[in-house]
């Protein structure tokens, strides 16, 4: 199969979030298990200041935006370690900012100009590469109008009469939102500015206009498929993922398991695999209590955290329990993480009155954030939403055993310890439901119990150290859910 990934950020050269770690690491997946994928994204600044080899491609672009035309040129460069095509489109006075979507917490105010352009010149780099696409998938809102034109301005006009849609939904609550006028800058038909289409209480709805038009829709977790039918994952969209059920299902992200594993990571003080995880987890705690400025005590429970520190993550429920237990418990907290200020605060304050449990690092550190998977014996998820999570599936591979609300794609990897589960070898971690700081103290009162019971906790750490969530078992399910949709697309083109 012939896919075009169009994406707005892909790592290394752009990432604001998960979608940069799919759109990077999901295409080499892809070309390894024999599909030919390239990958389309803009350039950004970062791109060029990344360090990757980019190179021009003679190739220029003119797009109508409106009434005027905007002149744009095609860049290409490869995913590192891989033989995978990267073209990027270059227009500077939209692309070359400091950031990919605002600053100082306001998006950018032509936006919408910004990613019609980008969404125009993919179809465009399509004709003018001469790219045999089987399949263009779209992601998120920043892509969300490519299906839009492929069925009304392009339906049956050549090359791009047989490409068939997927549309990723990363995370539903950043939907492109825009002023109803800005769909003069499309040049789509006012009929498409509707309620069952492009319109959302009035505006512009770019993730909108991607649900209505696409042929397949997914997001990153089957949970988090079905919880955005309703309200109030929804975001308000809760209607027309509804209506569009039949072909909305979810895949599960994969982990980089070259750049997530404990047997090869250098960042660790020891490394270790699942025979050997009880001495390399002791080495790793040690290092981590050191580092933090915590005691080094070998039987006190570790409880870690990495994150935004945003309510998204229910970081206001790890501050609550904390505040509880920090007095009654002997469990020692790690946090790392970076966002809203009153948690900073916090933090730092709790930290600061009681340094023999607490230690924050309110920053951003690739390297503590790999020390804080493997040295804490418990990690903390318990979020408010969760479209996959990442971290959940680190922790898994680190043997560390996480504590997770039951929402999206943690409802979907962790399996809560129970008698039963433990003796089907399915447990890897403890869930909660209702989303409140009782629920989250009564998950963990049970999560140290059976840290209390050596033989359960190491089941539980070979439970889940076992475990694959590789790119590969989700490469595989994207190329399946490729196949039918192209198949699909053919026969309604047919009948
Ligand atoms: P989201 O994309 O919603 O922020 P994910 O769990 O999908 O959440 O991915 C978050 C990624 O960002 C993980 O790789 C995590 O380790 C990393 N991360 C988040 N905050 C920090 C931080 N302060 N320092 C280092 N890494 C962080």
Not at 86 to 102: A, H, K, M, S, T
Not at 427 to 450: D, K, M, P, V
């Amino acid at each position: 199969m012939n896919i075009l990934l169009a994406t707005s950020e892909a790592v290394p050269f752009a990432k604001t979030g998960g979608l940069g770690d799919v759109s990077g690491a999901l295409p080499i997946a892809l070309a390894e298990l024999g599909e030919q994928v390239s990958v389309i994204m803009p350039a950004f600044r970062s791109v060029k200041t990344c360090g990757e080899p980019i190179e021009p491609t003679g190739i220029d672009l003119e797009i109508s935006i409106g009434k005027k035309t905007v002149r744009g040129s095609l860049l290409k460069g490869r995913l590192p370690r891989s033989q995978v095509p990267v073209y990027f489109v270059e227009q500077d006075d939209y692309f070359d900012r400091p950031e990919l979507y605002g600053e100082d917490g306001k998006d950018y105010e032509d936006n919408c100009e910004r990613f019609v352009f980008f969404s125009r010149a993919v179809l465009e780099a399509i004709r003018l590469l001469n790219l045999k696409v089987d399949l263009l998938h779209a992601n998120d809102w920043q892509t969300g109008l490519l299906p839009a034109y492929l069925k009304t301005l392009l339906a049956g006009v050549p090359p791009y009469e047989q490409i068939a849609t997927l549309f990723t939904v990363h995370n539903l609550a950043y939907q492109g939102n825009f002023w109803h006028w800005d769909m003069l800058l499309t040049g789509l038909d006012w009929k498409y500015f509707n309620w069952h289409q492009m319109e959302f209480h009035g505006n512009l709805n770019f993730m909108k206009t991607g649900l209505a038009f696409a042929d397949a829709i997914n997001t990153v977790s089957p949970r988090y498929a079905e919880e955005i039918q309703s309200s109030p994952l929804g975001c308000g969209l809760e209607g027309i993922l509804q209506h569009r059920r039949e072909v909305l299902s979810g895949i599960i992200n994969g982990v980089s398991y070259d750049l997530w594993n404990p047997e090869t990571d250098s960042h660790l003080a020891a490394n270790y695999g699942p025979e050997t995880a009880e001495a390399g987890k002791a080495a790793c705690k040690a290092a981590l209590q050191k580092e933090m400025g915590l005691p080094v005590e070998a039987d006190v429970p570790l409880l870690g955290f990495v994150g935004r520190l945003a309510e998204q993550k229910g970081i206001d429920l790890i501050a609550g329990v904390m505040q509880q237990w920090v007095e009654s418990s002997d469990a020692q907290w790690v946090l790392l993480g970076t966002g809203e200020a009153k948690y900073h605060e916090l933090f730092e304050k709790m930290a600061e009155r009681y340094p023999a449990k607490v230690a924050a690092q309110l920053a951003f550190s690739n390297p503590l954030a790999h020390r804080i998977e493997a040295g804490s014996d418990v990690f903390l998820m318990p979020s408010r939403y969760e479209p996959c999570g990442l971290n959940q599936l680190y922790s898994l591979k680190f043997g560390t055993i996480p504590v997770v609300r039951a929402t999206g794609g943690l409802a979907d990897t962790i399996v809560n310890a129970t008698d039963a589960t433990l003796a089907s070898g399915e447990a890897n971690g403890f869930c909660f439901h209702e989303y409140s700081q009782l629920a989250l103290s009564e998950a963990l009162t049970r999560t140290l119990e059976a840290y209390a019971d050596k033989p359960t906790w190491n089941r539980l750490i070979q439970n889940a150290m076992q475990q694959d969530w590789s790119w590969s078992r989700s490469a595989k399910q994207y190329v399946q859910l490729y196949q039918q949709t192209i198949e699909r697309v053919k026969q309604e083109v047919c009948t």
